[in-house]
């Protein structure tokens, strides 16, 4: 008999799918792909097969039934279908569980009635992701689908921390506290900088910074998360490629009440037309890092922006932490970007963190070391992987891992 040891990885987004197909035994990625621009005229699915060729299609995807048709028949192409005995589940990346969710979940008809009933605190995200769980259902319908959430590793967080400071009555009747995402990532960061390190997680205290075009900081002790930046929605915390953090509430008032902005306005403004866009006109830090080198005035700053943040999540979270161990750079930012690190590290040896210039400086997709060995905090970059913990996560629970 073929014993099943793979595991497809759906994250389903507004108008994508991302794929990969995992196999646990031996790590490797037969297959991988994305659709995008579904419910437009133009989509685009490219996969790339087992032999690592690529293989691009230009037709519409009207919804994400027919780009989720689309990837099983590149699947079944490579002799790799829905239908394969190989595969022991799918796990689907969910953004919102709520407080309910702390762990991945196997799908049924009640999960899924849970995970509808949070769309109201996750308008953007939860919709695409139900439809994706559906949608691959009605496929395989008897393959273990697997909900894995962003939100999960932070439920952990207490419940000081989780409060906004408003009437309990009003927060707990409209679900208003600080969920966190990027939950994931989180985790695998926390646990892979353990490994680096040659240490249990359960031993280590760890601030994992996330930046990549969303970010968030994420405060964990030995291996549990006691507080993360984003909040109830993604848009608190860090400045980030689009999105502004912290803000005061008060602007968000005096916008509407004084400048005339609508709350949709708003909404926009502080989601996706702010943070280093907003500050700059560009997200992609390597662009503002090469204007900055120019001496663009309006790039400096954003990048100083950036950094002070940073470095006030970085403060804040080694006095929540009381002990750091590590500090785990991660995602676009994090991984690339060696003067971010540097910038948001730098004047703090007086805490016990240093980081090297040679070692920061060296390129590479491996986990590694970036402060001195006279360093009390190790400081690392951790290349992250949310699809191979979200694969690790659904494998556990189908009991194949
Ligand atoms: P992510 O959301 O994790 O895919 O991160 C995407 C972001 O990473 C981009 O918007 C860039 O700002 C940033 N990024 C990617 N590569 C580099 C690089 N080599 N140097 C600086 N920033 C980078």
């Known amino acids: 008999m073929t014993e099943a040891t793979r595991v497809l990885v759906l994250n389903a987004g507004s108008s994508s799918v991302k794929y990969q197909l995992i196999d646990m035994l031996d790590g490797t990625r037969p297959a991988a792909?994305?659709?995008?621009?579904?419910?437009?005229?133009?989509?685009?699915?490219?996969?790339?097969?087992?032999?690592?060729?690529?293989?691009?299609?230009?037709?519409?995807y009207p919804d994400h039934a027919a780009a989720l048709k689309a990837v099983a028949a590149e699947l079944a192409a490579d002799g790799l279908g829905l239908d394969s005995p190989e595969l022991a589940a799918i796990g689907h990346r969910v953004v919102h569980g709520g407080k309910r969710f702390t762990a991945p979940t196997l799908v049924t008809d009640e999960v899924l009635t849970e995970i509808r009933r949070l769309v109201?605190?996750?308008?953007l995200h939860n919709p695409a992701n139900i439809t994706g769980i559906e949608v691959a259902r009605a496929l395989r319908p008897d393959l273990p689908q697997v909900a894995v959430f962003d939100t999960a590793f932070h439920t952990t967080i207490p419940?000081?921390?989780?409060?906004?400071?408003?009437?309990?009555?009003?927060?707990?009747?409209?679900?208003?506290?600080?969920?966190?995402?990027?939950?994931?990532?989180?985790?695998?960061?926390?646990?892979?900088?353990a490994r680096l390190l040659g240490k249990d997680p359960a031993e280590l205290n760890v601030i994992v910074l996330h930046l990549g075009n969303g970010a968030s900081a994420s405060a964990v002790a030995g291996g549990v998360c006691v507080d993360t930046s984003m909040g109830l929605t993604p848009l608190e915390g860090l400045v980030m490629g689009t999105r502004s953090?912290?803000?005061?509430?008060g602007v968000i008032f005096h916008l509407n009440r004084v400048g005339g902005l609508s709350i949709d306005e708003i909404d926009d403004l502080l989601n996706r037309r702010s943070g280093l866009l907003g500050l700059c006109g560009d997200n992609d830090m390597?662009?503002?890092?090469?204007?900055?080198?120019?001496?663009?005035?309006?790039?400096?700053?954003?990048?100083?922006?950036?950094?002070?943040?940073?470095r006030?999540?970085?403060?804040?979270?080694?006095?929540?932490?009381?002990?750091?161990?590590?500090?785990?750079?991660?995602?676009?930012?994090?991984?690339?970007?060696?003067?971010?690190?540097?910038?948001?590290?730098?004047?703090?040896?007086?805490?016990?963190?240093?980081?090297?210039?040679?070692?920061?400086?060296?390129?590479?997709?491996?986990?590694?070391?970036?402060s001195p060995a006279y360093s009390r905090v190790t400081v690392a970059v951790?290349?992250?992987?949310?699809?191979?913990?979200?694969?690790?996560?659904?494998?556990?629970?189908?009991?194949a891992g």
């Open 33 to 60: 792909g994305l659709v995008e621009r579904i419910g437009e005229g133009s989509g685009r699915l490219k996969h790339t097969a087992p032999d690592g060729a690529v293989r691009e299609t230009m037709q519409p």
């Open 120 to 123: 109201p605190v996750a308008p």
């Open 245 to 249: 953090g912290d803000i005061d509430p």
């Open 312 to 370: 006030k999540y970085l403060g804040g979270y080694y006095a929540v932490l009381g002990r750091v161990d590590a500090i785990a750079f991660t995602a676009g930012v994090g991984e690339n970007a060696a003067p971010v690190r540097a910038a948001a590290t730098v004047g703090l040896e007086e805490l016990g963190i240093a980081v090297d210039p040679e070692l920061n400086s060296v390129r590479s997709a491996e986990a590694r070391v970036i």
């Open 159 to 193: 419940e000081h921390a989780a409060r906004y400071a408003i009437d309990p009555a009003i927060a707990d009747e409209h679900r208003v506290r600080r969920y966190g995402f990027h939950g994931t990532s989180h985790q695998y960061v926390a646990r892979a900088t």
């Open 286 to 310: 390597r662009e503002i890092l090469r204007r900055a080198e120019e001496g663009d005035a309006a790039a400096e700053l954003a990048f100083r922006a950036y950094v002070h943040r940073l």
């Open 382 to 399: 951790v290349p992250t992987d949310e699809e191979l913990e979200i694969a690790q996560q659904a494998y556990a629970l189908v009991g």
